[in-house]
Each structure stands twice: as structure tokens, then as C-alpha cells.
């Protein structure tokens, strides 16, 4: 293979190394500058950090050496989180547009401005349609939706005001589902939500071109991610993978959507479900 091929052969080589056996240790992080054959240090802001996917965005993400900033609603998670990466956390109600302002306010002052935004931050209930009220299915509109607008506008707002553009241009990835795919009874305002954020990816993706922010969305499929949940034998094989996924999947993906060599991946989605959405299905 040539230079580039290898070098970026190197570079994933390092990457899954790395991530696969959630290790954050400095030789990892040498080894990815090196091969890399360029100062990638990032500033990184995710919502939602504290659980889960998000937790393990945070972590991928910190453990290469990154400034990593997240807010959460819970304190005591989040602290944990940030003090098992080294990120700074702020606990915030994404619900509350003015708190989740100040945070990033605070961060383009200390960091001058946010390369990467990870808007992660979701919520679900699924209840019948006649028991969901008019405000349940807003509250997990502004979550889920809303939220992702508010930080990729202030991003916005803020590139305005830079006397010089960003060299890197920047990354939004929003997290989405594969329920905006396809849906169950009771999942209105969940599945709308995702259908949602991922319609404005492409729209953001169009709007943000001057810039030269690319935005793209991941629609995880089943991720385990509580610890609680029995896996079963015939979970796993209803997947082409023949597992359910795990958060560090998702994370990963992340990683490879923010790398500043895949700038020509714009408004996309990624679906990341071990080809569950591509199984055909016959009644028996």
C-alpha cells in the first residue's frame, strides 16, 4: 500500500486498539499522534455525557488527549464520569436554554472556541398514544430536538464573531436512532424526536457549508447500556453481528466522523445496528 493508505491504515490500527480494551494510556495516545502525522487536539463539547453512549463518547474522546467539556442533569454520574477522564463537567438541564447558554459561553471564553459538538443528550418514555400527554411529547421534543438546535446555533453565533475562521472548520454529530427508521406502538414522541434531529442534520449540513462544518448524525440500534438488562442468546442473533451492540460502538463511530480527513462525509446518517433495520421479516 502507498504512504496515506498505510498511515491511515496505522491510524484505525490504533484506534480500535486502543478503544477496544478501553485503555487510556499515554503510548496509545503517542503512537495516535504519530501516526496520524499531524496535531489533531480537539475541543470537544457533549451533551448528555454522564451514561451510557455518552459516557463513552466522553471517555473515547478524553483518552486521546482531547479538551473534553460535557454538561448532565446528574451530578453524581457526572462527577464520576469527569473524574475517571479528566473532562469538565457542568450539570446542567438542557430543558433550561439559558444554563446550557452559559456553559457554552464559559467554554468558547476558556477554550476560544468548540471544534467537535456531540449533541447526545435524549430522553424516551413509550406510552400509548391516548396516555401521553400533549406535554410529555413536547418535553422529549426539547430534549431530544431543541437542544441540538440551541448548541449548533450558538456554534454559530460564535464563528460570527471570530475575527479568523476556524482552520479545522468543525464537526456537529447528533445521535439519533433507528427508530426514526421504523417504530413501535406508544413511541410518538421519541421516534418523532429522531426523525427530527435527523432532518436537521442535513439542513444544519446545508447551512453550516461556509464554515466548513460538516454535520452527520449515528441512529444506534439496540445498545446495551443498562447494566440491569439480561441479554439473551436469541438477542444476539437476531443481529447479523450476532450481538447487540455496546456504547463503545457508537463511540467510535464518533471519533471516526470528527477525524478532520473525512470531511467529505456531510448530512449523513450512520446506522450502526449490527443490520438489524436490514432484516426482511415474513409472519411464520
Not at 150 to 156: K, P, Y
Not at 192 to 202: D, E, N, P, Q, V
Request: a negative charge; glycine letters at 8%.
Amino acid at each position: 500500500m502507498d504512504g496515506s493508505a498505510e498511515s491511515n491504515y496505522k491510524t484505525v490500527f490504533y484506534i480500535c486498539f486502543c478503544t477496544r480494551l478501553s485503555v487510556s494510556l499515554p503510548y496509545c495516545k503517542i503512537q495516535w499522534f504519530m501516526e496520524n502525522g499531524k496535531s489533531s487536539l480537539r475541543r470537544v463539547f457533549i451533551t448528555g455525557g454522564a451514561h451510557g453512549i455518552g459516557r463513552s463518547i466522553v471517555q473515547i474522546f478524553a483518552s486521546l488527549g482531547h479538551q473534553v467539556a460535557f454538561v448532565d442533569k446528574n451530578a453524581e454520574w457526572g462527577r464520576l464520569v469527569a473524574q475517571e477522564t479528566g473532562a469538565s463537567f457542568y450539570q446542567v438541564d438542557v430543558t433550561d436554554k439559558d444554563a446550557l447558554e452559559v456553559v457554552m459561553h464559559q467554554l468558547f471564553q476558556q477554550w476560544g472556541d468548540i471544534d467537535i459538538l456531540v449533541n447526545n443528550v435524549g430522553i424516551s418514555k413509550f406510552t400509548p398514544i391516548v396516555e401521553t400527554t400533549v406535554e410529555e411529547f413536547e418535553r422529549i421534543i426539547r430534549v431530544n430536538l431543541t437542544t441540538a438546535f440551541i448548541t449548533s446555533r450558538m456554534l454559530v453565533l460564535h464563528r460570527n464573531s471570530l475575527p479568523q475562521p476556524n482552520p479545522f472548520g468543525g464537526r456537529i454529530i447528533n445521535i439519533s436512532s433507528t427508530r426514526y427508521l421504523q417504530s413501535e406502538p406508544g413511541t410518538e414522541a421519541y421516534s418523532a424526536s429522531k426523525g427530527g434531529i435527523t432532518s436537521l442534520t442535513h439542513a444544519l449540513a446545508a447551512s453550516l457549508a461556509d464554515f466548513r462544518i460538516t454535520v452527520n448524525c449515528i441512529a444506534p440500534g439496540w445498545i446495551h447500556v443498562n447494566e440491569n438488562e439480561h441479554i439473551r442468546s436469541l438477542d444476539n442473533d437476531f443481529h447479523f453481528s450476532k450481538r447487540v451492540g455496546c456504547p463503545e460502538d457508537i463511540a467510535r463511530a464518533c471519533l471516526f466522523l470528527a477525524n478532520e480527513e473525512n470531511d467529505f462525509i456531510n448530512g449523513q446518517c450512520l446506522v450502526i445496528d449490527g443490520g438489524a433495520t436490514k432484516k426482511m421479516f415474513y409472519p411464520e
